[in-house]
C-alpha cells in the first residue's frame, strides 16, 4: 500500500492507494468540509474508494476518513477531480469548515457558504 501525501499551509492529507503515483502533480486545490477538488496530472476513475488521514494542524490529532472519487473530466490539459468525504468526523467538519474559510481554500460553490 502507498501513500501519497499533499500539504497545503495547516492541512497535511494522506490517501492510501495501490498506485505508484495517485494523481500525480496536482494544481488549483480546494477543500471544505464536504470534500476536495483540484487539478490532476491523471483520471481517477469515478466512484474510487480511498482510504485517507487528515492532519489539520500540530496541535490537533490526526483524523482517519474515507472518500469517493464523483468526478474526474478533462480541463485545461489535467483532470478536473472530485473527492467527497464519506464519514468524516463530525468536530473534524466543523473544524475544516472553520480552517478553510480563514484559509480561503473554498472553491467557488462552497466558498459563500
Not at 494544481?27 to 476513475?45: K, N, V, W, Y
Request: with cysteine.
Amino acid at each position: 500500500m502507498n501513500h501519497e501525501r499533499f500539504l497545503n499551509g495547516d492541512i497535511e492529507l494522506a490517501l492510501e492507494a495501490t498506485e505508484e503515483k495517485l494523481f500525480g502533480h496536482i494544481e488549483d486545490f480546494h477543500m471544505c468540509r464536504l470534500g476536495m477538488r483540484f487539478l490532476a496530472a491523471r483520471a481517477i476513475p469515478r466512484f474510487t474508494v480511498y482510504s485517507m488521514d487528515l492532519s489539520l494542524a500540530d496541535d490537533q490529532p490526526e483524523c482517519h476518513c474515507n472518500c469517493v472519487v464523483v468526478e474526474s473530466s478533462p480541463e485545461s490539459g489535467a483532470w478536473r477531480t472530485h473527492i467527497h468525504f464519506l464519514d468524516i468526523d463530525p468536530r473534524l467538519s466543523r473544524l475544516l469548515d472553520d480552517l478553510t474559510a480563514a484559509r480561503h481554500l473554498r472553491c467557488p460553490h462552497c466558498a459563500n457558504l
